[in-house]
């Protein structure tokens, strides 16, 4: 007998997953090169980041791009960004993930136009465009339009790639930021497939898909997925999203084809959960997130991407993502894991906990879709004020102690660290240069093109917009005819609107068990008393295009709950919007969150509006991503504190808002 069917192992070893970095900076041209040096290394696959003024529609000189341009991603204005990134890298070749939402639609468009002038068939491109704009307005913030009009959008790409480009993934809906912003697995599981429901419904209710092809549509659908450390319950996460799709997709949508009905997964394990604090420990963290994805075969994911051991200090050099991609590489090519069936088929303690998981998450979809579906689940404030309640309850957990998170709330004694020794760089830096050429650049494309032939493509795409014709053709159109990101988009804005997302303040929860807070109170009561205030009031803002709102939104809830009065107007704010608030609210201390590396732009222009507008003495305390030497530069500008993600206490962190408040004004701490 075959050695082979005895030891139980595959009469053929498993192909590995697509090996991706997530990678994107500066310029295209910076991006192009390391692009290619991860290719040469082994990866199998391009994840591009964009920068925030491209995620968000906006063109490099816009007032809102400031500080933003090329530091979380590649800035794409236009179509010769599009051919600098992917110069000498053939399209029909590569399978290529873009993380962009809003506009994917444009940067798909930008990319088969590209593929085309390549000389490559769209017929053949092989690639996933996220798409999936319901958890912009819950967590990550690079929303643009009114999520009926966002799901209009995404519609139009998934008909257009149909028969355009049928092995194009038109959308990957993304459940990895809503477990960032507090998401437990059920909600998890349970909020993604309400989005799913949402993006098949508008697709069926389009007009635009024969209902006898809703199974290709199903079969090109994707997921994107958040791996935590505890990956045991992960796994077994991925194995309930797989129950719960097949379920779905053959009862809702009457798909007979098992093969179409597979569930489909990309994955980045958990950057949010790696910490400043001894970052080596994030080593062993990404390891065991990326088991959790692929240990059990019949829930593996089909593409991997893992975050640098230094993300939490900034954006990673080619070496910390090469660290990475071995990791990968160390688990598919050296270790057995691809030689076995599942490892998991018929373990009761995993059968039960995947039952869990469906139960609950079942709960939670049929709750949404009672609610009229996920659309209004946003619009009403239920999702977000659900998830800032579970973060609020996992942070309470951190902070008691009863999740241990090593080097940060436990065995906090270390050794100094070689790898981030003085004098040695640990991230990677954008040149201040970078943002001066990319406005230069976009100003000369716009100068060089043919400007009729621009206003006729925008005068299209707006007419068309104000239809219910697929905006696909327009868009390649304005493609061709040279418009900039910013002006598709703007053309938009004109005639779907903006949006202001609900912050879910409203629902998140208090510090209930936290003994410190009664202390903290009394103290905010009695400096609103020495001032004859009645309250203190405190004014969050989040200054530039950062949409991660998940810890200033955790600071105002724990503000609130001390007795501070908290004006919060959501994310995206200009420097003169925040100076505005402060003064017409007369607050008594400004709080930044600034989480893009943007922070040595974006807090001097509130500094120096609140000094035009006469309130030099109105603190203001900062908190995000800022290595100690711009937190100095910060202090030498007039900042009263900052604050990073070692600072994790947020009670903590409250009391010393008190004290700045306290010394701001003159009164003994």
Known sequence: MDDKAVSGRLPERDRPWVMRTYAGHSSATATNALFRRNLAKGQTGLSVAFDLPTQTGYDPDHELATGE????????????????????????????????????????ALYATVGAEQGAEPAGFAGTTQNDIIKEYLSRGTY????????????????????AMPRWNPVNICSYHLQEAGATPVQEVGFALATAVAVLDAVRDSGQVPADRLGDVVQRISFFVNAGVRFVEEMA???????????????????????????????????????????????????????????????????????AWNEALGLPRPWDQQWSLRMQQVLAYESDLLEYPDLFDGSYVVTALVDEIVAGARVELDRVLEMGGVVTAVETGYLKSALVGSLAERRRRMEAG????????????????????????????????????????????????DADAVVAALARLRADAATTANLMPATLACVRAGVTTGEWAGALRGVFGEYRAPTGLAGGAGAGGDATLAGVR????????????????????????????????????????????????????????????????????????????????????????????????????????????????????????VFTPKDFALTGIIDELVTVVREANGLPG
């Open 237 to 307: 996460k991925m194995r309930a999203f797989g129950r719960l799709w097949d379920e779905i997709t053959a009862d809702r949508y009457g798909v007979t084809d098992p093969k179409q009905r597979r569930f489909r997964y990309g994955v980045q394990v958990n950057s949010l959960g790696l910490t400043e604090a001894q970052p080596e420990n994030n080593i062993q963290r990404i390891v065991l997130e990326m088991l959790g994805v692929t240990l059990s075969r019949n829930a593996r994911a089909r593409a991997v991407q893992l975050p």
């Open 144 to 163: 643009i339009f009114p999520p009926a009009a966002s799901l209009r959008l995404t519609a139009d790409v998934i008909a257009h790639t149909l028969t």
């Open 402 to 449: 009863t999740d241990v998170v090593v080097g940060v709330n436990r065995f906090t004694e270390t050794e100094p660290s070689p790898l981030t020794a003085a004098g040695a760089e640990a991230v990677q830096q954008v040149d201040p240069a970078v943002e001066e050429a990319a406005v230069r650049s976009v100003r000369e494309w716009r100068a060089a093109r």
């Open 522 to 641: 009394e103290r905010v009561a009695a400096t609103a008393r020495e001032l004859g205030t009645g309250r203190l009031r405190l004014l969050v803002g989040k200054p530039g295009l950062d949409g991660h709102s998940n810890g200033a939104e955790q600071i105002a809830v724990r503000a609130r709950d001390a007795g501070f009065e908290v004006v919060y107007q959501g994310i995206r704010l200009t420097a003169g919007q925040i100076v505005a608030a402060a003064v017409e609210e007369d607050v008594d201390l400004v709080g930044l969150s600034v989480l893009s590396g943007s922070h040595l732009a974006a807090v001097p222009a509130v500094l120096e509006g609140l000094r035009a507008a006469g309130r030099a003495d109105l603190p203001v305390v900062v908190g995000g991503i800022i290595p100690a030497g711009d937190a100095g530069q910060l202090r030498a500008a007039g900042v009263a504190r």
């Open 69 to 108: 341009v090329g530091r979380v991603g590649v800035p794409v204005a236009h179509l010769g960004d599009m051919r600098a990134l992917f110069d000498g890298i053939p399209l029909a070749e590569m399978n290529t993930s873009m993380t962009i939402n809003a506009p994917a639609m444009w940067l798909l």
